[in-house]
T-cell receptor, first 113, second 114 residues
Framework: GNSVTQMEGPVTLSEEAFLTINCTYT??????LFWYVQYPGEGLQLLLK?????DKGSNKGFEATYRKETTSFHLEKGSVQVSDSAVYFC????????????FGTGTRLQVFP | KAGVTQTPRYLIKTRGQQVTLSCSPI?????VSWYQQTPGQGLQFLFE???????NKGNFPGRFSGRQFSNSRSEMNVSTLELGDSALYLC?????????????FGSGTQLSVL
């Protein structure tokens, strides 16, 4: 079945460091891919998405490119801030006509000043 | 515009009891989906409702059920609670259904089963 694999955390960085959180997927067909972020005590927020191969999603300095050849959707940011500390989830849409998402296990990011 | 509202925020129950959680979607949103979040299993899809009809269901036992009302508000019910049901239950709403619909999540209901 469809699945998402994320790198295990926590990822610990100093402010202004470069961030990469790896995400790979297994899916039939052409799913849409997402990154969600969860700040402490809150629900999930959509960070960015890509709906087809070679699409690049971007938001708030974060980017991820839908790579069908490597089945990957790695999240990157050039310069992280303390306020980026959160848990990041990679996800894919399971079918065309549903809101069902399959999530990775999440990666906790801790940014220190 | 108010966001997705889930009540209660925290809940403590004992094994064998049943519980009902509530979710009010963003005004105008007709689709509601539910997810269970645990440290061990991560985020798992429970079910999805659109216009009062269940469109999709995850791999959970029949003790987990849900419904959606005509105003799009949704409830989920868990009967005969087990310790392993302790989790954060998240509700998400969207205007319609499909992979390009943006999901808006509530802050969740933290359920503890003792």
């Amino acid at each position: 079945g469809n699945s998402v694999t994320q790198m295990e955390g926590p990822v610990t960085l100093s402010e202004e460091a470069f961030l990469t959180i790896n995400c790979t997927y297994t899916a039939t067909g052409y799913p849409s891919l997402f990154w969600y972020v969860q700040y402490p005590g809150e629900g999930l927020q959509l960070l960015l998405k890509a709906t087809k191969a070679d699409d690049k999603g971007s938001n708030k300095g974060f980017e991820a490119t839908y790579r069908k050849e490597t089945t990957s959707f790695h999240l990157e940011k050039g310069s992280v801030q303390v306020s980026d500390s959160a848990v990041y989830f990679c996800a894919l849409s399971d079918q065309k006509n549903t809101d069902k998402l399959i999530f990775g296990t999440g990666t906790r990011l801790q940014v220190f000043p | 515009k108010a966001g997705v509202t889930q009540t209660p925020r925290y809940l403590i129950k004992t094994r064998g009891q049943q519980v009902t959680l509530s979710c009010s979607p963003i005004s105008g949103h007709r689709s509601v989906s539910w997810y269970q979040q645990t440290p061990g299993q991560g985020l798992q899809f429970l079910f999805e409702y659109f216009s009062e009809t269940q469109r999709n269901k995850g791999n959970f036992p029949g003790r987990f059920s849900g419904r959606q009302f005509s105003n799009s508000r949704s409830e989920m019910n868990v009967s005969t609670l087990e310790l392993g049901d302790s989790a954060l239950y998240l509700c998400a709403s969207s205007l319609g259904t499909g992979p390009n619909e943006k999901l808006f999540f509530g802050s969740g209901t933290q359920l503890s089963v003792l």
